[in-house]
Structure formats: C-alpha cells, structure tokens
C-alpha cells in the first residue's frame, strides 16, 4: 500500500474574499491549517502550539509564521517543477498593508493547489508500505485511522465544526420545543417564567376553603387545577363542578371520576357527603363537631370469587 500525505485544496479567491472580510481573521487561521499540511507531508514535526499562540498575538506573530510558511512551502515545491519563487521576497510583500497580504494569499494557495494535484496524481510519490493481511490486520485499522486525521489537515477542524452544528441544532429544537409550549400557555390564559428559556410547569394540587352558598357550612376541598373537581356539601349535599385547566396544553383535562362518598362521623354520629380526592389520601372533616381524619388511598377493587362447578362433595 502507498500514503501520500497533501493537503486541503482551496481556492485563492476564496481566500483572498474572506481575508478582506473577516478583517485578517481568516488569513491567520488559513496559516495555522497550511503550516499542518506542510507538516503532515514532509514530517517537519512542527509544535503547532507555538504557531497558534504566535497567531493569536495582535502584532509580530503572524509575520513570523508568514514568513516560516513562505520559506517551508518554497522548500517543498523545489525539484516538483512548480514554481514559488523566492520566500523571502513573498514575505516583505505582506509588508504592504492588505494588497501585499492579498498577493500572498492568492500566490502560495495556487502554487499549493497545483502541487497537491500533482501529488494526489503521481503514482510514485509517498510512502510505499508492505503489510501481510493476513498476519496483522489490526495495523491496517490503524494505519487508515492515521491517514483519515492527516490526509487533509482541516478534517479535524471539520469534525469539530460538524459537532458543534450538531448541538446548537439541538438546543435549536429544545428551545423551539419551550417557545411553542409558552406560546400555547399564554394564549390559554395562564403565566410563564420570566426567563425565556424556562419551560412553563403544570399548577401543583391546593387545598381550597370553601363556605357552602346554601347552607353556610365551612370545609375544605382538595384541588387538582389540571382536571375538573367536584365539590359536595357535607351539610347540605348541595354539589358543584369546579372547571379546571380546559385549554392546559401540558396536561389535556380528564373528567373528574371520583366517588362521591356517604361518611358517618364516629365522634358524634353525623352523617355528611365527601368527594374523594383526585390523587392521594383524603381529607375528610365532620361539618358538626370538627372531628377530621385521612381516608388512604381505595385500594384496587378484588376480584369476585368464581362460582364452582359441580356438586360439593359431602365431608367424611
């Protein structure tokens, strides 16, 4: 098998657009990626942290690591028939504001391009490497990782960016998902966080004390905003449907299926009506004396018992 390590073609108008529109920017980064292509194939071993941490300094920086770059890309391109001219002379260009940077932009990126074509091309130029498959496969696993990093020096950096695209496209869609739940919250009456990003909760159940219009009887009732409640007297057994949340976009209203229960006070022996509660145990309170006590949950109704077929067999 054979590698051939080249770089990233781009094209120089290209270059020189985004170096006119990021204001620099994209000249920096482009020579940070160019100087790993050039490291990748000729195996300079370059410590390309000391090229980004030259980069990223506002002035002197850059200029060394142009100036590194014309002279390894000059150095590169002798003997491939491609001409670069001198690197020194293309570096004192980019001393003259942005045209000299443009002319060295679109210079050694077309030399570039030309000479990673003529190495993709050439069936003789890289590594020529002779593995038994059948003695070491793992190598070739390995081997293809290692030329998938370094075959173009910017996948890295394409990986990184699709990544990246990747979350702000989910958190996209989480944050369209909370807009449109708000959205509906409003529009059916009720209140959101103030915070945009906070999603709208469900109304936790409440207690709610209640003066009977017929009869004047004070007692409480247990609330589940979301769903429909009835409310019973226990004095009087006057009863009324208290609407719950019929435009809740988070939780669809159920009607109240409750059963209405018949209670009889052990302490002093009056009789009144209880609804029970939605969800949990149930408060119950005597309208006459105040005696209270809590109903736990009804327990699932048991199975009727099936009838025997047959005649019973007379015990001995």
């Avoid at 309170?285 to 105040?290: D, F, H, K």
């Amino acid at each position: 098998m054979r590698v051939v390590f080249v770089g990233q073609t781009r094209p120089a108008w290209k270059r020189v657009v985004l170096y006119l529109i990021t204001l620099g920017i994209a000249r920096r980064t482009w020579l940070y990626r160019v100087n790993k292509e050039l490291d990748g194939h000729e195996a300079l071993e370059l410590n390309h942290r000391i090229n980004a941490f030259l980069l990223c300094l506002p002035v002197g920086g850059p200029t060394v690591v142009t100036l590194m770059t014309a002279r390894r890309s000059k150095s590169m391109l002798d003997g491939s028939g491609i001409p670069h001219g001198n690197g020194v002379l293309l570096w004192l260009a980019t001393l003259v504001p942005i045209l000299g940077n443009c002319f060295y932009l679109a210079w050694e990126q077309s030399r570039l391009n030309r000479f990673w074509a003529a190495e993709r091309s050439g069936s003789g130029h890289g590594i020529e490497i002779d593995v038994d498959l059948g003695n070491d496969p793992a190598f070739l696993i390995e081997m293809g990782a290692a030329v998938k990093e370094s075959y173009i020096a910017g996948s890295r950096f394409d990986q990184g960016k699709t990544t990246r695209k990747a979350r702000r496209a989910a958190r996209r869609a989480a944050f369209d998902t909370i807009r449109e739940e708000r959205a509906a919250v409003r529009a059916a009456g009720g209140s959101t966080p103030i915070l945009p990003w906070r999603r709208p909760t469900r109304p936790a159940p409440r207690a709610l004390h209640i003066t009977c219009g017929r009869c004047q009887a004070a007692f409480d009732v247990q609330q589940d905003p979301t769903v429909d409640t009835t409310i019973v007297c226990p004095n009087c057994r006057m009863t009324e449907l208290l609407p719950g949340l019929a435009a809740d976009v988070l939780a669809p209203a159920t009607p109240d299926q409750r059963a209405v229960l018949r209670v009889g006070c052990p302490n002093c022996g009056t009789k009144f009506t209880a609804a029970r509660a939605a969800s949990g145990p149930t408060q119950l309170r005597c309208p006459a004396c105040g005696h209270a006590e809590t109903l736990d949950e009804s327990p699932a109704p048991a199975a009727a018992p099936r009838k025997a077929r047959g005649k019973a067999k007379p015990a001995a």
